[in-house]
């Protein structure tokens, strides 16, 4: 998004290549094989959108190279295959005693979880043997939203999280399927969406990550029922409206159950 912005404005051809190599710069110094593995495939999302309005058979090509370097990429996230060199750490191992630790939490407290922000109070009594006797790294997150959620917040709270990330994906693709083109802000938008998702899974939420994150969700969304013909030509909708007696009270229901959650 910061490069597309900057595409808009004059010496474009400075301020994006001094931006993006500050990225560059960030990403590299600060080791980090997610940042690589996030622009590498917010690029061939956005070229694969790209292709699919403009050159159709490239589109079809640059899938399969998708496809072969994301088996590729996990493959070598679990220490096998020719990019376990640079894509393996001893992190992986850990990421995995600690989702086994938040789903042994889930079991246990499957309505509740163990309470929000909780997950290192409890870590220790829910490790497994094998955890136990392995890294057994101390966190204070299991270093991923939806189990994040599941484990302190309960099912129904990873439930309602993980429909959201669905609704976000729908309406994109209603949004995109109806403007029938390559939009660079919209698709800029979804990419660092999408860069998010793969970062949340095996990654703790920081705050200002769960911030984007929701807000964009709440953007992708508000694009869709803003723009759609479907919404505003709705009958039942402009009933509803039309009547704040049903309108009111039922707004005034998801207020008290968001407080109570």
Known sequence: PAVTYLWTKRFRNYTVFLSTSLFLYTVYIANSTQGY??????????????????????????????AFTLFAAVLGVLNKGPLSY???KVSVTSRGEFWRT?????????INGVGIDSFGDFSQLYKDEKTVNG??????NSHNYFLEFASTGGILLAIIYGLLIALALFCFYKVQKRM??????????FTF????????????GSIALIMWNFILIGFIVGIYFKETKDFESSIVLK????????????AYFLMFISLII
């Open 37 to 66: 593995v996030i622009l590498l495939s917010s690029t061939f999302i956005s070229a694969l959108i790209w292709t699919w309005y403009s050159k159709r058979k490239v589109f079809y090509l640059i899938t399969v190279v998708f």
């Open 239 to 250: 009933k509803l409206t039309q009547n704040s007696f049903y309108v009111k009270p039922f």
């Open 86 to 88: 640079y894509l393996f």
């Open 193 to 204: 969406w999408v860069g998010l998702q793969l970062q949340s899974l095996i990654s703790p």
């Open 180 to 189: 029938a083109n390559f939009d660079i802000g919209l698709i800029s938008i």
């Open 135 to 140: 890294i057994n790294e101390f966190t204070d």
């Open 102 to 110: 938040a789903i042994a939490m889930v079991k246990s407290n499957p």
